[in-house]
């Protein structure tokens, strides 16, 4: 018979912490009722929903334009 590997310990979702606008945040916070739990829980949500309708190629479009934001201040800032 053979034998299992042994599972990783640890917990089993990766902790991610992310900036948002201030105005973005005030509004999920109304929504949570102040609660950080229900905040949180709230912010997962929205992104497991989204991350199920996305496809791959979509995902990847985010990175795009977030690396042509970022060229555009290079330029921006060179150009001064």
Do not use: C, F, H, W
């Not at 912490?17 to 997962?44: H, T």
């Amino acid at each position: 018979m053979a034998k299992r590997g042994r599972r990783k310990g640890g917990p089993r979702y990766k902790k991610v912490s992310i900036s948002l606008p201030k105005r973005l945040y005030l509004i999920l916070n109304g929504v949570a009722m102040g609660d950080e739990r229900k905040l949180n829980r709230l912010i997962r949500g929205i992104l497991e929903d989204k991350l199920m309708e996305s496809t791959v190629t979509e995902l990847e479009m985010y990175l795009g334009r977030v690396e042509e934001e970022e060229i555009q201040k290079n330029q921006e800032t060179d150009d001064k």
